[in-house]
């Protein structure tokens, strides 16, 4: 079956600390990836996208991802975090073969201390 | 332009009791969905449509009827409300089935 796995589910980290969140995913064929974010109350938005192309994506708010097709991973990262980005990351894949479905990770909690 | 609205943002019920969620969307989209969200378990999705007067059933459908009578609203309908059903619900939208899909910003439903 179809999924998506983010291995991460709470980081911690400091202020200025470095981010790596793991996606992977297990479809074949030509895949479309998304990073979404739901900061605490809100609804889910989107970080960043990736389609086709080069597969380093940069998104909004530093944020960047990384598609490698050989790993069947999509990890995101930023280089320095601010307390401003605790919050909740999901990583979401669709393909055509997926009927009309965009299937999301169970979601990594991010918490950084001031 | 509101884009992806819902009603109510809360609401509480008891177990046995009926009740609907409303989506509204402002974007012309074909595809509305209906998910919930609960902790640790990421999004499930529960129903959706690929356009006016379609649905089809997701992950969860068990529980839950939905309508799409129109192209801007979808609906989502418990008719027995259990505690189970205790969750938060998100309706998204999106142009093609493919492409990045936009949230409401949820209901919070409490079944006692």
């Known amino acids: 079956a179809q999924s998506v796995s983010q291995h991460n589910h709470h980081v911690i980290l400091s202020e200025a600390a470095s981010l790596e969140l793991g996606c992977n995913y297990s479809?074949?064929?030509?895949?479309?990836l998304f990073w979404y974010v739901q900061y605490p109350g809100q609804h889910l938005q989107l970080l960043l996208k990736?389609?086709?192309?080069?597969?380093l994506v940069k998104g909004i708010k530093g944020f960047e991802a990384e598609f490698i097709k050989s790993k069947f991973s999509f990890n995101l990262r930023k280089p320095s975090v601010q307390w401003s980005d605790t919050a909740e990351y999901f990583c979401?894949?669709?393909?055509?073969?997926?009927?009309?479905?965009?299937?999301f990770g169970s979601g990594t909690r991010l918490s950084i201390r001031p | 332009n509101a884009g992806v609205t819902q009603t109510p943002k809360f609401r509480v019920l008891k177990t046995g009791q009926s009740m609907t969620l409303l989506c509204a969307q402002d974007?012309?989209?074909?595809?509305m969905y209906w998910y919930r969200q609960d902790p640790g378990m990421g999004l499930r999705l529960i129903h959706y449509?690929?356009?006016?007067?379609?649905?089809a059933k997701g992950e969860v459908p068990d529980g839950y009827n939905v309508s799409r009578l129109k192209k801007q609203n979808f609906l989502l309908g418990l008719e027995s409300a259990a505690p189970s059903q205790t969750s938060v619900y998100f309706c998204?939208?999106?142009?093609?089935?493919?492409?990045?899909?936009?949230f409401g910003p949820g209901t919070r439903l409490t079944v006692t």
């Open positions: 974007m012309n989209h074909e595809y």
């Open positions: 449509s690929v356009g006016e007067g379609t649905t």
């Open positions: 979401a894949v669709s393909s055509y073969s997926s009927a009309s479905k965009i299937i």
């Open positions: 990736y389609f086709s192309g080069d597969p």
């Open positions: 479809y074949g064929g030509t895949v479309n």
């Open positions: 998204a939208t999106s142009d093609t089935p493919t492409y990045e899909q936009y």
